[in-house]
């Protein structure tokens, strides 16, 4: 009679845990750095682990096309996508206010990752981030790893300075190859850090051009428009080495990089990655990605993701 009481109550616990949970698909604004912030929660159920993706960009919103890299991991996570400062839904909804600089945003994150933990009575979250994300991703788990079960860094930016500098000179020797004389003149122009969204728009249509053998689909106009509110932001973070800055991190930490990504330059990434300290690490390879390995190789994004959990 005690085993059945036991094993009838365990299992009532056990049901009617489960009755309770329930899919979320939910977005919403919350206060976080004193302004309204958008997110954007899903998952097959509101009981599963939190993952928080943070965009790149800075200043790109991925909300609007997230399924493509987030419905298998739906499966597994309340899945949350967040339009930071100045960007998307939120810039919608106010502006700043404040000067935009890395403290604020590692701030905002933090915040934003408070704000689920309470929501969900959960201790900690999987913290996954790309490109500026990425960055943003280790600035957070070097200071809050207690806030971490995991910190995944995505084609993150280690030393972005540096990887600039390499990517213009492959540039112009592929062009001095080529005899392309338009992409010598242009990428002469161009000095590190970056004085300008037209030294931008001419490295990275360079980058896409001579090195990835693509068109950028960028044009001018846009870069030029974005350095406005985002070039000094991105020559602050270039300026970081987290090979020097931030020798270890204490929550497991998964580096997930492009083989031909010179954009944020997978071979600093990978000299970081052995130098780091942490409780667990793993490097993981997209042999056939740049700097976009979420979409171009999605499926692989999430099964590694799933996996090491």
């Given at each position: 009679?005690?085993?059945?009481?036991?094993?009838?109550?365990?299992?009532?616990?056990?049901?009617?845990?489960?009755?309770?949970?329930?899919p979320?698909?939910?977005?919403?604004?919350?206060?976080?750095?004193?302004?309204?912030?958008?997110?954007k929660?899903?998952?097959?159920?509101?009981?599963?682990?939190?993952?928080?993706f943070?965009?790149g960009?800075?200043?790109?919103?991925?909300?609007?096309y997230?399924?493509?890299?987030?419905?298998?991991?739906?499966?597994?996570?309340?899945?949350?996508?967040?339009?930071?400062?100045?960007?998307?839904?939120?810039?919608?909804?106010?502006?700043?206010?404040?000067?935009?600089?890395?403290?604020?945003?590692?701030?905002?994150?933090?915040?934003?990752?408070?704000?689920?933990?309470?929501?969900?009575?959960?201790?900690?979250?999987?913290?996954?981030?790309?490109?500026?994300?990425?960055?943003?991703?280790?600035?957070?788990?070097?200071?809050?790893?207690?806030?971490l079960?995991a910190?995944?860094?995505?084609?993150?930016?280690?030393?972005?300075?540096?990887?600039?500098?390499?990517?213009?000179?492959?540039?112009?020797?592929?062009?001095?190859?080529?005899?392309?004389?338009?992409?010598?003149?242009?990428?002469?122009?161009?000095?590190?850090?970056f004085?300008?969204?037209?030294?931008l728009?001419?490295?990275?249509?360079?980058?896409?051009?001579?090195i990835h053998?693509?068109?950028?689909?960028i044009?001018?106009?846009?870069v030029?428009?974005?350095?406005?509110?985002?070039?000094?932001?991105?020559?602050?973070?270039?300026?970081?080495?987290?090979?020097?800055?931030?020798?270890?991190?204490?929550?497991?930490?998964?580096?997930?990089?492009?083989?031909?990504?010179?954009?944020?330059?997978?071979?600093?990434?990978?000299?970081?990655?052995?130098?780091?300290?942490?409780?667990?690490?793993?490097?993981?390879?997209?042999?056939?990605?740049?700097h976009?390995?979420?979409?171009?190789?999605s499926?692989?994004?999430?099964?590694?993701?799933?996996?090491?959990?």
């Amino acid at each position: 009679m005690r085993i059945f009481l036991i094993i009838l109550f365990y299992g009532a616990i056990y049901f009617g845990s489960s009755a309770l949970a329930h899919p979320i698909h939910q977005s919403q604004a919350i206060k976080a750095g004193n302004i309204l912030q958008w997110i954007k929660m899903d998952g097959d159920s509101d009981q599963l682990p939190l993952l928080l993706f943070l965009h790149g960009g800075p200043g790109n919103s991925v909300m609007g096309y997230s399924n493509r890299f987030t419905l298998h991991l739906q499966q597994y996570f309340i899945v949350t996508q967040w339009d930071q400062r100045e960007t998307g839904k939120t810039k919608a909804l106010n502006s700043s206010g404040e000067a935009l600089t890395i403290p604020l945003f590692e701030s905002d994150a933090v915040e934003v990752i408070n704000y689920l933990r309470n929501k969900f009575h959960q201790d900690k979250i999987y913290l996954v981030g790309h490109s500026w994300g990425g960055f943003l991703a280790l600035k957070v788990a070097s200071h809050y790893p207690e806030l971490l079960a995991a910190c995944f860094a995505v084609a993150p930016m280690v030393h972005q300075m540096e990887s600039e500098r390499l990517a213009l000179t492959k540039m112009k020797q592929i062009g001095a190859q080529q005899k392309n004389a338009r992409a010598l003149e242009e990428l002469a122009e161009v000095k590190i850090p970056f004085e300008n969204g037209r030294q931008l728009f001419f490295h990275r249509r360079w980058l896409h051009t001579l090195i990835h053998q693509k068109h950028s689909g960028i044009t001018k106009t846009a870069v030029e428009k974005w350095a406005l509110t985002w070039l000094a932001l991105l020559n602050k973070a270039s300026e970081v080495n987290f090979a020097v800055e931030v020798p270890e991190i204490k929550c497991p930490v998964y580096f997930l990089i492009g083989n031909r990504d010179y954009q944020t330059n997978s071979e600093l990434t990978k000299t970081y990655y052995e130098k780091l300290k942490a409780p667990k690490k793993e490097l993981f390879w997209f042999t056939d990605s740049a700097h976009l390995l979420n979409l171009s190789e999605s499926k692989k994004f999430q099964e590694v993701i799933i996996s090491v959990i």
